[in-house]
């Protein structure tokens, strides 16, 4: 099995820490059971998953520490050498080269020429790129860029692939078509496939685990529904769901809790029993954890006058949006349990509510102390 290990990995560009210490093992230790997962690498643009990927490949050299490979440390082998192959966000084709020639280059490292040749068919194959061999670049249209450089990439036949948003700039079918095949790409081989996106549905539809990255490090490394279900800080919440999870600041002192919206009702008592000073927190609720109708055990409530909401319809769902204390609300609502009352109440139950200080952003489990 190809594992690759970053370790205490420093990267600086243009003056600025870009890579701060960045330590990490796909697939982890844990996932033993799944020896071949496939790993999305999420986060907001510009927090450095591409430097990431740069590092892994051995295109851009770390400041400080190790890059491992099955268990190699690759730091001083020069990206040609190294078992790795990548998909560029944008693409890195060579313009000069038809498709069938850029597959012959990248082959080229497969030493026996009847094993080259049939890594090139296979390539054309699961790619579907038959019709476009003898064309060069630049008389292809987006996907098929994508698609031909899929191909490169599984021609070279590495045991790492890197994907850098594979999928971006394609619209909706083609996406969807790609984003399959590059599914069924992976559980095809052997080995270890980083995607990398900012797209959090894109991350929930692919991964078997999704690692997130904020500020140049990974935050959280879990299987998509436990980045859903308890995302270990505000900036990880953000990253899953659409529309993003809704966030309302208040305030905790002894058993009272204060929202800087009044709209908000919190029930009391509940879930964390030990707290002796005042403490900011932020309370999360995901749009689709809303409903209207109360079941009685609703644990928040949000009450605000009907003509303060605006509808729109998505697919069998109403989004539901307003403006609580200047902040951004939405609701995500099934149609047949939209109210007609006025005030609308929304209410949420406490297993859909998720906890974070408001400080450090990072996750409060419920049980947790809140004491300093
Ligand atoms: N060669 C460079 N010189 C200076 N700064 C750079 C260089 N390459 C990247 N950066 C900066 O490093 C940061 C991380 O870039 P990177 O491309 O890794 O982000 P990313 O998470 O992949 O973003 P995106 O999702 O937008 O592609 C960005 O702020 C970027 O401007």
């Known amino acids: 099995m190809s594992h690759v290990e970053l370790r205490d990995i420093h990267s600086m560009l243009g003056g600025v820490d870009i890579i701060k210490g960045l330590n990490f093992r796909f697939p982890s230790e844990n996932a033993a059971q ?6 999305v690498l999420l986060g907001a643009s510009g927090c450095g998953k591409s430097t990431m990927l740069r590092i892994i490949a051995g295109l851009l050299k770390p400041d400080s520490g190790e890059v491992v490979i099955s268990g190699k440390d690759v730091c001083g082998v020069p990206s040609r050498k190294r078992d790795v192959s990548m998909v560029f966000q944008h693409d890195a084709l060579y313009p000069h080269l038809t498709i069938s020639q850029s597959l012959d280059l990248s082959a080229r490292r497969i030493a026996d020429a009847e094993g080259r040749k049939a890594q090139i068919e296979r390539a054309i194959e699961l790619t579907g790129i038959a019709p476009l061999l003898q ?4 008389r292809l249209s987006g996907g098929e860029i994508r698609r031909a450089s899929i191909a490169k990439m599984i021609a070279r036949k590495a045991t790492v ?9 394609l619209d909706g079918p083609v996406r969807q078509v790609l984003a399959r095949d590059l599914r069924l790409l992976h559980d095809d081989q052997l080995g270890t496939t980083i995607h990398v996106t900012h797209d959090g549905n894109e991350a929930m539809r692919m991964a078997d685990a999704i690692a997130v990255m904020d500020n140049g490090v990974i935050v959280q490394f879990a299987p998509p529904t436990e980045i859903y279900d308890r995302p270990a800080s505000i900036n990880v919440a953000r990253t899953i769901g659409s529309p993003m999870m809704n966030f309302f600041a208040a305030s905790i002192d002894r058993d009272r809790w204060t929202f800087q919206s009044p709209a908000i009702q919190l029930d009391t008592g509940f879930p964390f029993s030990s707290f002796r000073t005042q403490r900011e927190i932020v309370v999360g609720v995901r749009p689709e954890h809303f409903e209207m109708q ?7 409530r949000i009450s605000m006058p009907a003509n303060e909401v605006a509808h729109s319809r998505v697919s069998e769902s109403t989004e539901m949006t307003s403006l609580l204390d200047r902040e951004a609300f939405t609701a995500v609502i099934s149609r047949q349990a939209v109210a007609s009352s006025d005030p609308f109440v929304f209410s949420a139950s406490q297993e859909d509510l998720h906890f974070f200080d408001a400080d450090t952003g990072l996750r409060i489990e419920s049980g947790e102390s809140l004491a300093r």
Do not use: V
């Open 34 to 39: 799944d020896s071949n997962p496939y790993i």
């Open 135 to 138: 064309r060069r670049p630049d």
């Open 161 to 169: 692939r890197l994907l850098d948003e594979p999928l971006s700039a």
């Open 294 to 300: 109360s079941s009685g055990d609703a644990a928040l």
